[in-house]
């Protein structure tokens, strides 16, 4: 999902209007979209990236690091920071696979000062993720264990009551959560299919684990239900659920 991640992050940071000049902690950073989308709509005194894999550090920092943004290796749940530290603290599509998400917001409540903003964004993997809730229903339909796997399933936080609830228990005031949507246009059912094939996450690894004749089933299923234009275009809907509270 990554080529729709640069526009969730701008609206998601249009909703937050922080103040120029601010200080920024990126919990979770992975590659640094947020980072990077932070840097060019918000004008920050500094931005501070931290992700448990060294590797999507090293990646973030490559793009986006340099004078006014850090890329740190750390673990959420204990952030190696001193309390008021940041005016806003924020989390990008990476709340729902930490392993203690309550006790990440609370820390990013710590490290940030009072009246300060803390704020994150989940994709909705359960409706509003429309090319994977069409994927997932379509191999449930041809293969019932399929919905082990469903992230729509797997992560009941992606929604806006458990997020509001989440801070909420952090101890967070005034929570305010919101949907973001971007378009997703796919040039044709190849567009749409390849993307599903390679890289790392429940959708591969389901489908490299059919075998050919099942493979070759689910695909033509999908290519049967997606939504085709006269054009051979496909256009679909992604959906983000965004939370905030003050420190």
Not at 181 to 190: A, M, Q
Not at 208 to 220: I, N, V
Request: net charge negative.
């Amino acid at each position: 999902m990554g080529r729709w991640s640069r526009p969730v992050a701008a609206q998601f940071l249009h909703w937050l209007a922080p103040s120029p000049g601010s200080r920024w902690l990126d919990a979770g950073c992975g590659t640094g979209v947020l980072s990077g989308s932070s840097l060019l709509h918000t004008a920050p005194a500094f931005i501070t990236g931290l992700d448990f894999s060294a590797r999507f550090g090293e990646y973030a920092r490559k793009q986006y690091g340099g004078q006014h943004v850090t890329f740190w290796a750390s673990d959420a749940g204990a952030l190696p920071l001193e309390n008021d530290s940041f005016d806003t603290a924020v989390c990008g599509l990476a709340l729902n696979f930490f392993p203690q998400p309550e006790t990440a917001v609370a820390e990013m409540a710590r490290v940030t000062r009072s009246g300060g903003q803390v704020a994150a964004y989940v994709w909705d993997y359960a409706e509003g993720m429309q090319m994977l809730r069409l994927f997932w229903d379509t191999a449930v339909s041809l293969d019932p264990a399929a919905e082990e796997l469903d992230e729509g399933r797997r992560f009941p936080l992606c929604r806006p009551q458990p997020l509001a609830d989440l801070f909420e228990r952090a101890g967070l005031p005034a929570v305010q959560t919101r949907a973001i949507e971007v378009p997703t246009r796919f040039i044709d059912f190849y567009d749409y299919w390849r993307p599903l094939l390679g890289g790392v996450g429940p959708v591969p690894g389901y489908i490299a684990g059919l075998t050919e004749d099942a493979r070759a089933a689910l695909k033509e299923r999908l290519r049967e239900l997606l939504p085709l234009a006269g054009d051979g275009s496909i256009s679909l809907l992604a959906r983000a659920w965004a939370v905030r509270g003050v420190a």
